[in-house]
């Protein structure tokens, strides 16, 4: 009897998994545009960009944001947060795939919410089934999962190259890379340059963003018919992302604070990239304070940050918070950087954050966060915006 019932709810469960799983099928033939965004940065950002332009061409799009601030966005452009009960789960797409389907919409852009190479194309060729790829670009981020070798990493994250399909990338160093990975697939690779994108077009923006980014949602959007003029207006009128790069100003006992929220890019070469970009808008006589934020569950990266900062971020002062501080410290040392110049607030309380800052010599200070969002990270960047 017991082996009759096992095998009864075996036949019943696969029964019921087929019937499922053809119903998503159904669904998603329903959305005839689905674009897949995949990549180490930026993916939130294109996700919004891409869906700002298409609403405003015409196209009615649901879009899908992951990660810490995960958001479900409307074709109307009204957007609700995405509520979980315990950690992300991959099957969070078929409910995203139901709901997009009952709205009846043309378009769905949502970001590949797996870091499992596995998993990432499970979400491809099961879950979304990407009429688009989207590669933003591949960075030494999380080799621990997908690499150990940045080449892994780029295998990986070209899950989402839709077979007989086309696919837009930003990465245009590792093009020797994706494009035999594109042909086995008879996916049409097309490369995007920031070249493409002038200053003018930036500064309709009422936050910073990166040329790379507007590049790679532009080609989408000329791709599905949205004219150029169109679709930068509707970018410039999408909602940013909350972890979007803005500097906020403030004055606290006659000096004037200005913070830059770089936490998002955790890994070097981003880092790297967000410092070069603020240096541009760095003002006459103002002190730099790098405030590097350590995670507990990140050890690895707190060696990595310090060797960073010690040989690619130079500045006046630094702030660190969080955990692994005296690794951190004595990589920046061994790199040259005065002890006298690094202060520890392993609570990171943004109050005794900013009193620090307020002792150190100068009436004009740029407070660059880097390291990570989590932890100390998100009240320290909500207390500097608050501040504004």
Not at 20 to 29: K, Q, S, T
Not at 249 to 272: G, H, V
Request: aromatic letters at 8%; proline letters at 5%; charged letters at 25%.
């Amino acid at each position: 009897m017991e082996i009759a019932a096992i095998t009864g709810l075996v036949i019943a469960l696969t029964i019921w998994w087929l019937f499922e799983y053809r119903n998503h099928n159904r669904r998603l033939e329903s959305i005839p545009i689905r674009v897949h965004i995949n990549g180490s940065r930026g993916k939130s950002s294109i996700t919004r960009l891409i869906g700002g332009a298409l609403r405003i061409g015409g196209i009615r799009t649901v879009t899908k944001t992951t990660g810490t601030h995960a958001r479900f966005i409307y074709p109307d452009g009204h957007e609700e947060p995405i509520i979980r009960i315990g950690p992300a789960n991959i099957k969070e797409q078929r409910w995203v795939i139901k709901k997009t389907a009952e709205l009846n919409v043309d378009a769905l852009v949502t970001e590949c919410m797996a870091i499992d190479p596995e998993f990432q194309w499970v979400l491809q060729y099961k879950y979304i089934k990407g009429t688009i790829g989207v590669l933003t670009n591949v960075r030494s981020d999380h080799l621990d999962v997908m690499g150990p070798t940045i080449r892994e990493a780029s295998d990986a994250m070209s899950s989402i190259m839709p077979r007989d399909g086309i696919c837009f990338t930003a990465e245009i160093e590792k093009l020797d890379w994706l494009e035999p990975i594109a042909q086995k697939l008879d996916c049409k690779l097309f490369p995007t340059y920031p070249e493409s994108i002038s200053d003018d077009d930036i500064r309709g923006f009422s936050y910073i963003e990166h040329k790379e980014n507007v590049a790679l949602a532009l080609a989408v959007a000329l791709h599905l018919g949205v004219p150029r003029d169109v679709a930068l207006k509707g970018m410039w009128e999408a909602e940013p992302d909350p972890g979007v790069l803005r500097i906020f100003s403030s004055e606290r006992n006659n000096q004037k604070i200005r913070f830059a929220n770089a936490f998002a890019a955790n890994d070097p070469e981003s880092t790297c990239m967000v410092i070069d970009l603020l240096n541009s808008y760095l003002e006459p006589d103002e002190k730099i304070i790098v405030l590097a934020n350590s995670r507990a569950d990140r050890i690895h990266r707190a060696s990595q940050l310090g060797e960073l900062m010690g040989e690619n971020i130079p500045a006046d002062y630094y702030v660190l918070v969080g955990a692994y501080l005296n690794v951190i410290s004595e990589k920046m040392e061994s790199s040259g950087i005065p002890k006298e110049k690094i202060a520890f607030i392993p609570e990171g309380d943004p109050k005794y954050v900013l009193e620090h800052v307020l002792k150190i010599p100068g009436d004009k200070k740029f407070i660059v966060g880097i390291g990570n969002i989590g932890g100390a990270g998100h009240n320290i960047a909500d207390f500097f915006s608050e501040e504004q």
